[in-house]
Each structure stands twice: as structure tokens, then as C-alpha cells.
């Protein structure tokens, strides 16, 4: 059964930068995808990133361009830098792994909550402006 524990969330200034981590436990990591979706109080979880088995990245519209998504399979660890951070960013940042593990999964797999089986127990961000 894998465990995955993210860290490194905390209280950023408007145009500050952080940088969560993701670590697994268990056997299986690098046949999977990763994402990272957030949480805002009272709103549903929302797709952010992720990054395939293959390290090919996707990312939502409005953290483009802002937020970086990696991945280290030796360490058995998934990253999100983000930059620039803005007040609309603060949320519960949740990293989860996906089902399955075909080389070729379509953008909206990895976008959708379902996709996922596995779910770390969140990192809290706030940004003050």
C-alpha cells in the first residue's frame, strides 16, 4: 500500500516563491503518474499538475508558465515549484498518484480527481498580499 506525504507548504508573501514535496512509500512509483491538485475553504479540489510516468508535464491555465512540476525516481519523490505566487494560489495542496500505468494517458486522465487512487494528506500554502 503506498503513503504519500507532501511537505515544504507554508506562509509566502504575494510574488513568493515555494516549493512542495511529494514522497512515496511502497514499491510502485515510477510506472505512475502524479498530480498536484488544490484546495480553496468552501471549493471542490482542482486540478493544478502532473506528470506522467514518461516526465511529460501538464498544467493548468492558471498556474502556467508560474508553477513547475518534477519528478525524481531514484528518491521516490514528486515536486511543484511555484513562483510568483498570488493570493488566488493559497489553498491545500494535495499530491495524488494515478491508476494507471500505460505509457500514453490523455491530458484529461490526469486532470480528472477519479483518476487517482492514492492521496497524500495535504500541505497548507497561504500567500498574504
Known amino acids: 500500500q503506498v503513503q504519500l506525504v507532501e511537505s515544504g507548504g507554508g506562509l509566502v508573501q504575494a510574488g513568493g516563491s515555494l516549493r512542495l514535496s511529494c514522497g512515496a512509500s511502497g514499491r510502485i512509483f515510477s510506472d505512475r503518474n502524479f498530480g498536484w491538485f488544490r484546495q480553496g475553504p468552501g471549493k471542490e479540489r482542482d486540478f493544478v499538475a502532473a506528470i506522467t510516468r514518461t516526465g511529460d508535464t501538464h498544467y493548468s491555465e492558471s498556474v502556467k508558465g508560474r508553477f513547475t512540476v518534477s519528478r525524481d525516481n531514484d528518491k521516490k519523490t514528486v515536486s511543484l515549484q511555484m513562483n510568483n505566487l498570488k493570493p488566488d494560489d493559497a489553498a491545500v495542496y494535495y499530491c495524488?498518484?494515478?491508476?494507471?500505468?500505460?505509457?500514453?494517458?490523455?491530458?484529461?486522465?490526469?486532470?480528472?480527481?477519479?483518476?487517482?487512487?492514492?492521496w497524500g494528506q495535504g500541505t497548507q500554502v497561504t500567500v498574504s498580499s
Open positions: 495524488g498518484r494515478t491508476r494507471r500505468t500505460a505509457y500514453y494517458v490523455p491530458t484529461t486522465y490526469l486532470t480528472d480527481l477519479t483518476s487517482y487512487d492514492a
